[in-house]
């Protein structure tokens, strides 16, 4: 009953807000239908710009989330899609509830599209499907994707890497944790935001945070670190701001090209570990795997010389 | 200069702590040495018990992996050694610094051995090098074997998938995070601990966990739930305790045989991939390589189709 993702690529560029709902689910879903969606978005976009939040639960980045959205609204722009992607809930497939609490301020905007996603399997899913939703908004004439995700490991990384300008939120008080991710956080802030600024400990982050940007040897941009209480909506304003100065930044010093063309690169090789990830569990197969599984586990075989058997099977 | 990895083994299961430092290293830098070490290892071992700490930054979860070490070494019960893993710096393949600190305590303990572990390439590598960690680890004679990993993302629960006893750490007050997280805490948790209990809203985040178990519809065990103030020791001790009584109840219900082969299992896919991988790398090489990411950063062809014409070579 579905229709072809074709149909619904036309129907969702024409301004159909329940296409665009679908192809994003098609692309959350994963397997031949979301190649399908990708092949036919990938020649139509190149416009959207991204911006990618990031933080750790209770951050207060959902917040800032929306008051960035009004910011950019206000400022017109085009329409604006928002991606709150969960890479903590592996297992269920569930969406943030929380952000779509907050974000209820933005629902009735018929130029802003909300949108939650987790991951529905295995590692890499997400890191993978971010960048094939962002191709969809992007076809279908979405100027902002703004991607959220909770957290800073290595998985979220991968996912704001799909971002142009990527905002980390810290509250005052994480001299610990910011010094754990330390270099983590260097490695992907093009913007820096102490949300519940009004707390004490604010000027002691701000000072933690120059300092590892004095010793982090930056080349040539240097994150700003913007100071706001996103529930008061205090210097909200000033983010949108920020991020447009990094954004002319990248365009006029011509960053922004090598930055999405190392994003493709990065698209494709997971695209391809993950057909090889696909291809080794067919030829694992049922009956060769039980075997192999009982030796390993018998510690009759080692794990590797178990790998190397299910591989001899493509070189015979 | 090295000493070969058989010599290395040999050494380490005679106490020699420096070979079984060198030893971790092999593991950890990944490719041929760390498989010859793995094979080694694989049939001396299956004797450690694993335990796994996980939850966000600033959670105290180190504190309380240090008051942990203490109990299990009060008990006896055998050498001990503590994996502290970072997911969240892919890019430095630094240590954790503030667990290093904390874990100060038992530096001078001969029978403690404490080990950082970053990655150092692609997704995964964590994934692949704990579990070959912890062989080593128990091929040496080690009796508990704690691997300590911040978050609660998709790559900590594949890393915490490596232990027998799961242990989350949460703080009164996340009840957004928690709710956030909901899933992936309930699908990975042994053991609840509410750490900082001492602070306002503890009972609320005790509410909140009671009752997502009580909706989950688990089968058979249901994670305990503990208070401490780990900096003050206040409740650790139960720790133990209560991971004990998981051990009785996994050794006792046959489960804890299941979840070690299902590891062994996950292991042997992903060493698999891991070799496709390269192998798909090997084919393509440089020139082939250029080219295709080329056109697909021109537009000229699909990620996906250009992910066949690398594939392409596996089946010639």
Chains 1, 2 share one sequence.
Not at 165 to 193: R, S, Y
Request: hydrophobic share 45%; net charge negative.
């Amino acid at each position: 009953m579905t229709p072809e993702p074709a149909a619904l690529v036309a129907a969702a560029r024409g301004g159909d807000r329940s296409a665009l709902a679908r192809l994003l689910s098609l692309v959350e879903r994963g397997g031949s239908q979301a190649q399908e969606v990708g092949r036919l978005c990938h020649p139509l976009g190149g416009s959207a710009y991204t911006v990618g939040i990031t933080g750790a639960p209770g951050s207060g980045k959902s917040t800032l989330t929306s008051g960035l959205v009004s910011s950019l609204r206000r400022r017109g722009g085009g329409r604006l899609a928002v991606l709150a992607v969960d890479p903590s809930s592996p297992f269920s497939g569930g969406a943030i509830l929380g952000d779509r609490v907050r974000m209820s301020d933005h629902v009735l905007d018929r130029d802003v599209f909300i949108r939650s996603m987790a991951t529905r399997g295995h590692l890499g899913g997400l890191a993978l499907a971010t960048p094939q939703a962002v191709r969809v908004l992007d076809a279908v004439g979405v100027a902002w994707v703004v991607v959220e995700t909770v957290g800073v490991g290595q998985v979220e990384v991968e996912i704001v890497a799909a971002a142009d300008t990527t905002v980390v939120v810290v509250n005052p008080g994480w001299g610990d944790a910011v010094q754990a991710n330390k270099a983590g956080l260097m490695e992907i802030a093009d913007l820096f935001v102490i949300n519940k600024a009004d707390r004490p400990g604010a000027a002691e982050t701000r000072r933690d945070l120059e300092q590892m940007l004095d010793l982090s040897g930056l080349a040539d941009w240097r994150p700003a670190i913007l100071e706001t209480v996103a529930t008061e909506g205090t210097g909200v304003e000033e983010i949108a701001e920020a991020i447009d100065r990094h954004r002319t930044w990248l365009t006029e010093s011509g960053r922004l090209v090598v930055k999405r063309e190392e994003r493709l690169r990065v698209e494709l090789a997971l695209i391809v570990t993950e057909r090889l990830r696909r291809r080794a569990d067919a030829m694992l197969g049922e009956a060769g795997r039980d075997r192999l599984d009982a030796a390993v586990v018998g510690r009759d075989i080692d794990p590797w010389s178990a790998a190397d058997q299910v591989l001899a099977g493509i070189d015979a």
